[in-house]
């Protein structure tokens, strides 16, 4: 079993920066990748951002420029650090990860933690 734990969600001003963390625990034996989606009310979920288990990253291009994500491989974590938020930025923000366990690659998704950009 592979759980997915996020944290750092918040209400900040527009402008604003916020780190989000993402842990994986559990029966892992390798993680290909790891990323972040995020999920507007009355909107469905979409792609934010991604890096590789060889460390490309890949941005939606909403928030090229702004966001960056990073990887530390010993600890099964991945972080987003979200500068210049906008209002529209609101949204529960859930991690994935694609993690090889009990022999099987399968995606793993966390609990979602929310993040309110006010203007």
């Known amino acids: 079993q592979v759980q997915l734990v996020e944290s750092g969600g918040g209400l900040v001003q527009a402008g604003g920066s916020l780190r989000l963390s993402c842990a994986a625990s559990?029966?892992?034996?390798?993680?290909?990748?790891m990323g972040w989606y995020r999920q507007a009310p009355g909107k469905q979920r979409e792609f934010v951002a991604w890096?590789?288990?060889?460390?490309?990253?890949n941005y939606a291009d909403s928030v090229k420029g702004r966001f960056t994500i990073s990887r530390d491989n010993a600890k099964n974590t991945v972080y987003l650090q979200m500068n210049s938020l906008k209002p529209e930025d609101t949204a529960v923000y859930y991690c994935?990860?694609?993690?090889?366990?009990?022999?099987?690659?399968?995606?793993?998704w966390g609990q979602g933690t929310q993040v309110t950009v006010s203007s």
């Open positions: 994935n990860g694609r993690v090889s366990s009990a022999g099987a690659l399968q995606s793993y």
């Open positions: 890096s590789t288990g060889g460390g490309l990253t």
């Open positions: 559990g029966s892992i034996f390798s993680i290909n990748g």
